[in-house]
């Protein structure tokens, strides 16, 4: 029996409707919430990815501050950059997008966004407040695949969940959220150095591979029945193909044929990325205009 596909697209324009409300109410109080988007570099994959977030802050009706910056740009200019977005009122969200030039420390950039306005939650106090199950910003990948799995009802508490990826998008903030009671999940974490990871995978009632591998993830490596997740976004050249390359994930699509419930790429786990980006962005801006609210009425 073909699986029930999880449709990120679908569910991505649902949460995207109601951004776009939220905003629009953000707008009448005289906050249009706001998004600082930092590229360095001019890497394909990025400047896609980029544009695609921009496109989706328009349709919802926010703004986003564009700023492109060349390859050979030091980490000190970008951290003033950063600063300046800091102090900016009109910016309520800022995302530097990964990876940044192999010359920068990522995490010194991470660091340098002020948590306020930490729509990633890459920021050591944000991923601090998620663990420590405190308010504050949800991952953009991981909070969307918890939605994703909600919104068709695949169970997870008493699941076995097997992630593939330690990253610090993915791997680690997914697992943690698994742990909460409300999702009430059992974790395992795969990675470069685990050995037989057939051996893990086949145990998985739940299988997220984020380990960047195009079709890495083979019908035999899968439990029949289980939900398997793909964050991956790969792309693998193709001359056939327009554009030189295709984009596929790290499960490779025969999956779909053992697995009960299937992400596609594209329209799985990507959208909600956004979609949830766009949600964080509309958090931040609300605490803003809250905030405002309240300075206006001591002063
Ligand atoms: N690169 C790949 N995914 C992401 C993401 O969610 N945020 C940022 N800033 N960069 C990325």
Not at 53 to 62: H, R, V
């Amino acid at each position: 029996m073909a699986a029930v596909i999880l449709d990120g697209k679908k569910l991505s324009i649902k949460i995207r409707e109601s951004v776009k409300t939220k905003a629009a109410l953000l707008k009448e109080k005289g906050v249009t919430p706001c998004l600082a988007v930092v590229l360095v570099g001019d890497d394909p994959a990025s400047l896609s990815y980029v544009k695609s977030k921009e496109k989706a802050l328009a349709d919802a009706g926010m703004e986003s501050l564009d700023i492109k910056l060349p390859q050979e740009t030091s980490e000190e200019a970008l951290l003033a950059v950063i600063e300046d977005l800091n102090k900016n009122d009109k910016v309520h969200g800022i995302l530097v997008q990964s990876p940044v030039p192999k010359h920068i420390n990522e995490e010194t950039v991470n660091s340098a966004v002020a948590p306020e306005k930490d729509v990633d939650c890459f920021h050591p106090v944000s991923v601090g407040n998620m663990v420590l199950e405190r308010p504050g910003f949800l991952p953009c990948t991981p909070h969307g695949i918890l939605m994703l799995l909600n919104e068709y009802n695949v169970k997870t508490s008493g699941a076995h969940a097997v992630i593939i990826g330690r990253s610090n998008i993915v791997g680690k903030p997914l697992a943690n959220l698994l742990i909460r009671r409300n999702y009430n999940a059992t974790v395992t974490i795969c990675h470069t150095g685990t050995e037989n990871l057939a051996k893990h995978t086949l145990q998985a009632d739940i299988l997220m591979a984020a380990a960047g591998k195009p079709c890495f993830i083979k019908p035999e490596m899968v439990k029949e029945g289980a939900a398997v997740i793909d964050v991956g976004i790969n792309r693998v050249p193709d001359i056939s193909a327009q554009k030189g390359y295709r984009v596929c994930g790290d499960v490779d699509p025969s999956v779909e044929q053992k697995a009960g419930y299937f992400t596609p790429v594209p329209g799985g786990v990507g959208p909600m990325t956004i979609a949830m980006l766009l949600s964080n962005v509309i958090e931040a801006a609300a605490a803003f205009a809250a905030k405002s609210a309240c300075t206006a009425a001591y002063t």
